[in-house]
């Protein structure tokens, strides 16, 4: 299996991006999405989370009511919604597939929020 994410870039603070991964070569719709973030010298971080069928989502303090985790089983993509955009959003964010014992990352896309 394999992830791409895009949609990353350089956003001014408060302002909004969009974050998109593709999924191929295994059954999207029977797994868990996860979107994580790492930092320069931080550990990745889980930052939200939807289930195989979209229908709970979660999301850390740090993003919630800020970030939205979405999918599209027909498309196979699941996206991150940023609004309100901060400096210390600024990571590589990565998306994860997990379902039992498979997981499948992705290569990472760059966020950078500066004026």
């Known amino acids: 299996g394999q992830l791409v994410e895009s949609g990353g870039g350089l956003v001014q603070p408060g302002g909004s991006l969009r974050l998109s991964c593709l999924a191929s070569?295994?059954?999207?719709?029977?797994?868990?999405m996860s979107w994580y973030r790492q930092a320069p010298g931080k550990e990745r971080e889980l930052i939200s989370t939807?289930?195989?069928?979209?229908?709970?989502?979660n999301y850390a303090d740090s993003v919630k009511g800020r970030f939205t985790i979405s999918r599209d089983n027909a498309k196979s993509t699941v996206y991150l919604q940023m609004n309100s955009l901060k400096s210390e959003d600024t990571a590589v964010y990565f998306c994860?597939?997990?379902?039992?014992?498979?997981?499948?990352w992705g290569q990472g896309t760059q966020v950078t929020v500066s004026s």
């Open positions: 994860k597939a997990v379902r039992s014992y498979r997981n499948y």
């Open positions: 070569g295994f059954t999207f719709s029977s797994y868990v």
């Open positions: 939807i289930t195989s069928a979209g229908g709970s989502t």
